[in-house]
């Protein structure tokens, strides 16, 4: 059966193809509904996302956010698709970009037939209407209802099928290559004047036309040739490949490296090279980017430049990109994958260890034992769960926490990280021996502890407590306060807290950095978010203008 598909898509990191929605539905011989697919894909990439990109219509950017991800969407709709099926796309890259995705991500050949519809059907619409354009501007010009938002999967393959059935075109026929519709072309530009004779002051460069080397005007050279060519500019010296003189070689070496940083930045290239050479670069190579012998052409793939015979430069040392769309992993049996006991990082591991070192000390002091105000402040400093050294007043050491020397020192400072002890002009024990790699570089609030019975549902009843906006789109919850947007993963201990400043941040969804704390319980994490925001709000207002969710 005839099938019409659509998917949208958005370049990532290093012209990475990250699709975003697809749609297909399958028709009968008079374009009837038969059955039907559609899914958003959860991008790649989530940082850094213009969630205005047309690739994103039809949905707000947290259904995206929520939505399945490329392998069980493209495997969904390979099962949904049969042998048998004629599948019909209107521009040749949507198909391109598909395969790739199947092949890359799937390791399998796509199913069905495929096949090209646009230019087809544009030379079949014979009404004396518009012929050519979008599916959205021919079904306009037709006068047919057409689905809003335009370049929404679903709306795109529905508003093909509301043309093709409007025009009654056989569905035979969109497959058979017909004559193109007439287009009218452009104006075409005249060529730059010239002179075949050389007169000062007509023209910046001059091209001696018997040595094919281009000239400044004033040049003794270029004045004492017998044929000379004008030119306003250098551009057709560039695409001749022309040699310079001596006396234009800066103003050409620009025109160069103008030309060239223009055709790398247009392009997809993550390599690029020069038809004539056998060395391959980078794409902010200097030597490429002032090459002008031969055509500039590239590749995405590293090994697509090393199968040309072509080696890598000595100078920019172009190495090979990991696989953007690396090999999909089934799940292994057994293991849990909730991220409740998820791979805490080194810095974590740190952060956690020196938390519970930390609360051990707290607790085994006696209860009976009074502390004076001097000796109570030593004690909450050197058992901070934040720092990981320690100095006295008067002194120009910091030691770690297990350094006998620490004990009977007084009016302790403490410090999270090395470089903060060097920066007060403190010197390592040479006793206890402090490394850099003993910092702390993220930290527990001593008041963290580890709950049970923590849900979703909880964080409900709190933001509306609060009267905060939210939303839970599993494995993340949102949050939206008025000077901040959060985004919790509620699957996750310790919990993982991102983090957008909206008084900063002047785009909607901007890119989430992640909070250097670590979070034992959801509780705790908004307890974090209410202190960190209104405490945000008070600077921003230091008349004592009242928090907006609390009139």
């Known amino acids: 059966m005839l099938v019409i598909i659509d998917l949208e898509w958005v370049e990532g990191k290093r012209s990475r193809i990250i699709p975003t929605q697809i749609a297909a539905i399958r028709v009968d011989e008079n374009w009837q509904v038969v059955d039907q697919y559609a899914s958003l894909i959860k991008p790649y990439e989530l940082s850094g996302m213009d969630w205005k990109h047309v690739a994103y219509s039809g949905a707000p950017p947290i259904a995206f956010v929520g939505a399945k991800g490329a392998h069980r969407v493209l495997t969904e709709i390979e099962n949904w698709l049969l042998p048998t099926d004629d599948i019909c796309w209107w521009h040749d890259e949507s198909e391109k970009n598909y395969k790739n995705l199947i092949k890359a991500i799937l390791k399998q050949k796509p199913t069905g037939n495929h096949h090209i519809i646009g230019n087809n059907v544009c030379g079949l619409l014979r009404d004396g209407l518009r012929n050519t354009g979008s599916p959205y501007a021919l079904a306009k010009a037709r006068g047919l209802m057409v689905p809003k938002p335009q370049h929404s999967s679903a709306n795109d393959v529905e508003v093909i099928r509301l043309l093709l059935s409007a025009t009654k075109i056989d569905h035979r026929e969109v497959f058979t290559d017909v004559p193109q519709p007439v287009v009218i072309s452009k104006k075409r530009i005249a060529p730059p004047t010239h002179h075949d004779v ?12 018997k040595t094919k080397i281009i000239h400044a005007d004033q040049c003794p050279i270029i004045a004492s040739s017998e044929a000379a060519r004008g030119f306003g500019t250098l551009q057709y010296a560039l695409k001749q490949h022309l040699k310079p003189c001596a006396c234009c070689v800066q103003e050409h070496r620009k025109a160069v490296i103008e030309r060239n940083t223009d055709i790398i930045n247009r392009s997809q290239y993550s390599y690029v090279y020069m038809s004539n050479s056998n060395v391959f670069h980078t794409r902010n190579c200097k030597i490429i980017r002032t090459a002008y012998r031969g055509t500039l052409l590239g590749s995405i793939g590293y090994k697509a430049c090393v199968e040309t015979g072509r080696t890598a430069c000595k100078v920019c040392k172009p190495t090979a990109a ?4 690396p090999p999909y992993r089934p799940p292994i049996p057994g293991r849990v994958y909730d991220g409740a006991n998820r791979h805490m990082s080194k810095d974590e591991k740190r952060a956690y260890a020196r938390y519970t070192t930390a609360m051990k000390e707290r607790s085994a002091l006696p209860s009976s034992v009074h502390l004076g105000e001097e000796e109570r402040k030593d004690f909450l400093t050197l058992t901070h769960s934040s720092y990981a050294f320690w100095a006295g007043r008067g002194y120009s050491t910091f030691h770690r926490r297990e350094c006998p020397k ?3 020192l007084t009016d302790l400072r403490g410090f999270a990280l090395y470089e903060d002890a060097i920066r007060k002009g403190l010197a390592p024990c040479k006793q206890c021996k402090p490394k850099q790699k003993d910092g702390i570089h993220v930290s527990i609030p001593i008041t963290s502890h580890e709950r049970s019975g923590e849900s979703a549902a909880m964080l409900d009843s709190l933001c509306d407590a609060s009267g905060y906006e939210h939303e839970y789109a599993p494995p993340y919850y949102y949050i939206v306060t008025p000077v901040g947007k959060w985004r919790l993963d509620v699957h996750a201990r310790p919990v993982k807290l991102d983090h957008i400043n909206l008084v900063r941040a002047s785009i909607d969804w901007a890119e989430y950095h992640k909070q ?25 207002h230091p008349s004592g203008a009242p928090y907006p969710t609390d009139t």
């Open 322 to 325: 990991p696989d953007p769309y």
């Open 406 to 408: 620490l004990n009977g």
């Open 198 to 209: 050389y007169q000062p002051g007509q023209f910046p460069f001059w091209l001696d036309l």
């Open 516 to 540: 250097p704390r670590i979070f034992l319980s959801l509780s705790d994490t908004f307890s974090y978010i209410e202190r960190h925001d209104r405490s945000l709000w008070a600077k921003l």
